[in-house]
Structure formats: structure tokens, C-alpha cells
């Protein structure tokens, strides 16, 4: 009773950028913490970033300095700013929330994933 929406992948030039937003809705009471993670092909999923309600943020090391994580507490929603984006960045992205349901039980929920090719 939870869903996640994720929008904005699709098919980028090496060197673009490209804005992911996830919006969140259902039974949530709160949320404490929402991840972005990806998956590339005949990888395993990795975090790629972290933000808080407080704002703290943190990031894989392959993509400090060129991905910055964003939210609104009010509406619930993340978004991911990519730039400078290289081929390696190919993948289908994760929005994972964590939190607290209306019936005061823990939340952790994915979205249904997003595909990001860079390409030239």
C-alpha cells in the first residue's frame, strides 16, 4: 500500500545530465531515510545515494561531485540530479524509502525502476 514512481531516465550522450524524481504515496506516516540505488547489467544493485530528513547526504565514490540528491519532505518526493554522466552510469535506477507506515510499522519500499543509458 505503498508505491513509489520514479520519472526522468531515458537516453543521454556521455557528458549530459539527466534529473530523476520519485514520488512517494500510500500509507506513510514518515519517512527517515530515501536511497537511490542501480543496477547494471550482470551487476549487482549498488547505493548510489543516500539523503536524510535532516539533509545529510551521502554518495558512492564513483559518483561524488557529479550526482547530487535532493527531497521534499512535504511531498514526499526525491530526486537524483546526474551530471557529467559517463557510459559506466548505465543502469536501471532504484527509489528505496524507508520509514514508517500509518499503522506505526516499518517502511521499506522500492520503486519499480528506471532506465538510464549513456550512449553516444
Known amino acids: 500500500q505503498v508505491q513509489l514512481v520514479e520519472s526522468g531516465g531515458g537516453l543521454v550522450q556521455p557528458g549530459g545530465s539527466l534529473r530523476l524524481s520519485c514520488a512517494a504515496s500510500g500509507i506513510i506516516f514518515s519517512i527517515s531515510v530515501m536511497n537511490w540505488y542501480r543496477q547494471a547489467p550482470g551487476k549487482q544493485r549498488e547505493l548510489v545515494a543516500t539523503?536524510?530528513?535532516?539533509?545529510?547526504?551521502n554518495y558512492a565514490d564513483s559518483v561524488k561531485g557529479r550526482f547530487t540528491v535532493s527531497r521534499d519532505n512535504a511531498k514526499n518526493t526525491v530526486s537524483l540530479q546526474m551530471n557529467s554522466l559517463k557510459p559506466e552510469d548505465t543502469a536501471v535506477y532504484y527509489c528505496?524509502?524507508?520509514?514508517?507506515?500509518?499503522?506505526?510499522?516499518?517502511?521499506?519500499?522500492w520503486g519499480q525502476g528506471i532506465q538510464v543509458t549513456v550512449s553516444s
Open positions: 528505496n524509502v524507508w520509514g514508517t507506515t500509518t499503522a506505526l510499522q516499518p517502511l521499506n519500499s
Open positions: 539523503i536524510t530528513n535532516g539533509g545529510s547526504t
